[in-house]
């Protein structure tokens, strides 16, 4: 009976395996933010845009049959969104905190008025890449039953990276993140800037939400997010504005979340309250260990902030 | 997330017209139709416990003469007095389900006294006489007879000996679940054992499939769960390939491999019965309690997977169940940390009121109530 058991080696396992199945929306929210951050702006409205990924990329798989269809419209529902943002975020005296929040009600309410008609019906799932047939043991072919998202998305925070250090490009959005006047001064469009890291942050997290209604959990309620959005958008401070480390952030977390499920379903039954606090308890004892009175708040783009 | 801020059409045209329809409500007659209140907590088309109602409400439309207003993810807040406000106000409706825990004491018990000529009948408080107004009452099912039906196909089919349960919290109602669910498996093979997961609340997607991943990762071949929409649960276990039993209603579309068999509410008796006593005149029953027997909970058809032998087990100790020979809780009758919760000789029917403070989980449960 037992040779299907790990026992206690079963944890760790389970701990890779929800770092790999739980962190995908988290490090395209990450990463979508970050972008939208060092260009300057801070768009907290992504969690709606989560949910309004989620919804519509269901909508759209159930319709027309293909998931991947469901991905790309996604995408584009989240660039609408950053679009609207960053447009309203551009008029005169608009605080951008403020338009976020709006934008988060705005996005998770009309995906709860529109994906009404799509909680019942199956839709497609997209498929996974089966990374574990080298191994005999079915817990670690489990595990390593990796989408393809989780794949592209590794790949975008490295290439993000790369551009933002590397690239003209970059440098421009990151000018316009550090400081107005020195964009201004090499003849950058600001705003232009922003609107499009803004449109494509957006399109990010609206990916991140097609991964949670076609992959994992793999269907479309009005539970589905419950807040991953909005902590994907603390996650960008945890990592000090850097892709990779969004990356291994959002690792971290989706491990941490699997904590609870995992000690428990080893016989570790005692205090699962407390396992399951477990990602945002480490998040704070990371931020507390990393602050400093010195030198708070490395890496913050300049011209970011709530008061202008 | 934020149902805290969503008003609904209900609440606006409640504060815009309720004074100018009470009139017209008050005006309403004998030849006008019986109108029907029901109230949801969440989606009614959830695959889960709001579904179970609106399955049932929806029956009640079909019959002549009665009016049905639902109203469905109203918050367990004053949200509800609201809903219910307007409901009689401007439907008329005369009797009122609030099928949520959470809209008894204080949301119901204020209206009731409010409205003393509207009948208010809540699922699952524990109504008091003498305590609780006249015009107010509850009803529930003893779901735990069909988790142990439940219990005796999981059990019949597993080759693992290892169950699943997903849980949302440790309460009494979910614990009696997850102990009738684990001695219907044991009362096939003793050796059984089933792994319990508290995920911490009603409805988190995410936790419920990753306490479904773990469990298949340690074995588990046969899950099943109490949250407010099994449908993540059972879908994730589709996927894995492992069997699932059912909860609320009925999931056999979500699996078509895996489903076993499911505890299901059946509540369409109880309000059709509540219905037709109000249009004979007569006040429904303030208490309502029922199982198998009565109606109120059922068993899913089984799954392609449940064999011969498993489907005669079960339905003898329905039959059983029904004639009364059989109860599920009885001695001597251990929790999973040693101590005896009922002494031997005892045996406890299903309506003894101590299993209504169920605090444990019985011996082969792997999980804790803290």
Redesign the interface.
């Known amino acids: 009976?037992?040779d299907?058991?790990?026992g206690i080696w079963?944890v760790p396992?389970?701990m890779l395996?929800?770092a790999i199945?739980?962190s995908t929306p988290f490090i395209f929210v990450s990463i979508g933010e970050c972008l939208t951050e060092r260009s300057g702006r801070i768009n907290l409205g992504l969690e709606g845009t989560l949910v309004m990924g989620a919804m519509s990329a269901y909508g759209v798989a159930l319709m027309s049959g293909s998931p991947w269809l469901g991905v790309l419209v996604a995408a584009m529902v989240g660039l609408l969104l950053g679009a609207l943002h960053a447009g309203i975020c551009q008029l005169p005296r608009v605080n951008d905190i403020a338009t976020g929040i709006g934008l988060m009600?705005f996005g998770?309410?009309l995906a709860f008025f529109l994906g009404?008609p799509f909680?019942?019906p199956?839709a497609p799932?997209l498929g996974a890449i089966d990374l574990g047939w080298w191994s005999s043991i079915?817990?670690v072919r489990?595990?390593l039953q990796v989408n393809y998202l989780f794949v592209i998305g590794i790949i975008l925070a490295f290439a993000l990276a790369w551009a933002l250090k590397n690239t003209r490009w970059g440098l421009i959005v990151r000018l316009a993140g550090e400081s107005v006047d020195a964009a201004l001064a090499i003849g950058a469009s600001v705003n232009r800037v922003r609107l499009i890291a803004t449109s494509i942050g957006g399109a990010f997290a609206g990916i991140g939400g097609a991964f949670?209604s076609l992959y994992?959990?793999?269907?479309w309620?009005?539970?589905?997010s419950?807040?991953?959005g909005l902590m994907a958008v603390a996650l960008v401070i945890f990592a000090r504005w850097d892709p990779v480390r969004c990356l291994w952030a959002s690792l971290l977390f989706g491990a941490a979340?699997?904590i609870?499920?995992?000690l428990?379903?080893?016989?570790i039954?005692?205090?699962?309250?407390l396992f399951?606090a477990a990602p945002y308890v480490l998040t704070l004892a990371l931020m507390i260990a990393t602050c400093s009175p010195e030198r708070s708040l490395r890496g913050a783009p300049g011209e970011l902030g709530a008061v202008k | 997330m934020f149902n805290e801020f969503t008003i609904g059409r209900r609440a606006l045209l409640g504060g815009a017209a309720g004074t100018a329809a009470f009139g017209l409500a008050a005006t309403a007659n004998a030849q006008k139709p019986m109108v029907v209140g029901f109230i949801y907590v969440g989606p009614r088309d959830d695959y889960g416990y709001n579904q179970a109602h609106a399955e049932a409400a929806a029956i009640l439309k079909k019959m002549p003469g009665v009016k049905i207003v639902e109203e469905e993810k109203v918050p367990e807040t004053v949200a509800v007095e609201k809903s219910m406000e307007s409901m009689i106000n401007l439907d008329g409706a005369t009797l009122i389900f609030p099928t949520s825990f959470g809209y008894f004491d204080p949301h119901m018990l204020k209206m009731a006294a409010k409205f003393p000529k509207v009948q208010f009948r809540h699922c699952g408080g524990l109504w008091t006489e003498g305590k609780h107004p006249v015009n107010t009452g509850s009803y529930f099912g003893y779901i735990d007879e069909a988790q142990y039906l439940s219990g005796i196909v999981a059990g019949s089919t597993t080759k693992s000996g290892k169950l699943g349960f997903v849980a949302a919290k440790p309460i009494p109602q979910v614990l009696r679940n997850i102990n009738a669910f684990t001695l219907g498996a044991q009362s096939v093979n003793p050796k059984i054992t089933t792994q319990a997961i508290f995920t911490g609340d009603w409805a988190l997607p995410v936790k419920e499939a990753e306490a479904t991943n773990s469990m298949v990762a340690q074995g588990v071949d046969v899950v099943t769960c109490h949250v407010d929409s099994p449908k993540v649960v059972i879908e994730t276990a589709e996927r894995a390939g492992i069997f699932t039993c059912g909860y609320h209603c009925n999931q056999a579309k979500l699996a078509p491999k895996g489903y076993l068999t499911g505890a299901e509410w059946n509540w369409e008796r109880i309000y059709v019965d509540m219905v037709e006593a109000m249009k004979k005149g007569q006040a429904p029953g303030n208490f309502v309690r029922g199982g198998l027997k009565e109606g109120y909970v059922r068993s899913s058809a089984y799954g392609p997977a449940v064999s011969a032998a498993a489907r005669e087990k079960t339905d003898a100790a329905k039959a059983a169940i029904l004639s009364g020979s059989l109860s599920i809780y009885k001695g001597a009758l251990k929790d999973n940390k040693g101590n005896t919760v009922i002494p031997a000789g005892a045996s406890y029917v299903i309506t003894e009121p101590k299993l209504e403070g169920m605090n444990y989980l019985v011996e082969g449960v792997i999980g804790a109530t803290s």
Do not use: C, F
């Open positions: 009976m037992d299907t058991s790990l079963g396992l389970a395996a929800g199945r739980v009600l998770t309410g009404k909680i019942q199956k799932n079915p817990q489990q595990a949670l994992y959990p793999g269907s309620n009005e539970g589905l419950s807040g991953q979340g699997a609870s499920p995992a428990q379903s080893v016989g039954t005692q205090g699962y309250y399951s």
